[in-house]
C-alpha cells in the first residue's frame, strides 16, 4: 500500500484522472501510479467541483489538479522593508545600538521578521555593553 502523506505531481493527478475517466478500477490506477486510493477519490472530487466531467470529455484541463492556494501571510520578506531595516540600522551608530525591538516598534515590522532581515545582511546580534 502507498504512503499518504507523499506529494503527488501535477502529471500523475492527471494520468490517475485519465484511467479513472476510462474506467480503471481505483485499486488498479492506485497500485499503477503508487497513489493511495484514499487520495485517488480526494483527486476525482476535486477535479469534479472544479469542473472536470469524464461524461463529456476526457481532457484533463490543468485547473482541475492545481494545488489551493495557501492561507497565511506569504513568508518572503518584502525588499522594501529589509531596505528600511537596512538603512535605520546603518544610517547612524544610534540605529546600530538599538534592540531588534525598538526596530520592529519603529517599522511596524513583526520582531522575528526584523530578526531574520538583520540575519540576512550578515548583522550580529549583540548586547551593548
Request: positive net charge.
Amino acid at each position: 500500500m502507498p504512503p499518504n502523506n507523499t506529494f503527488h505531481s501535477i502529471a500523475a493527478r492527471i494520468q490517475a484522472l485519465t484511467l479513472l475517466g476510462i474506467g480503471m478500477p481505483i485499486k488498479e490506477v492506485s497500485a499503477r501510479l503508487n497513489i493511495p486510493v484514499n487520495t485517488l477519490y480526494v483527486i476525482r472530487k476535486r477535479a469534479k467541483e472544479r469542473g472536470f466531467d469524464p461524461q463529456r470529455s476526457l481532457l484533463v484541463d490543468i485547473s482541475y489538479v492545481e494545488d489551493a492556494s495557501r492561507s497565511g501571510s506569504p513568508k518572503a520578506i518584502d525588499p522594501e522593508k529589509g531596505a528600511e531595516v537596512n538603512h535605520t540600522v546603518t544610517k547612524d551608530q544610534s540605529g546600530g545600538e538599538k534592540s531588534t525591538e525598538a526596530l520592529a516598534l519603529q517599522t511596524g515590522i513583526f520582531h522575528p521578521s526584523i530578526v531574520q532581515i538583520l540575519h540576512k545582511h550578515c548583522f550580529v546580534l549583540a548586547k551593548s555593553t
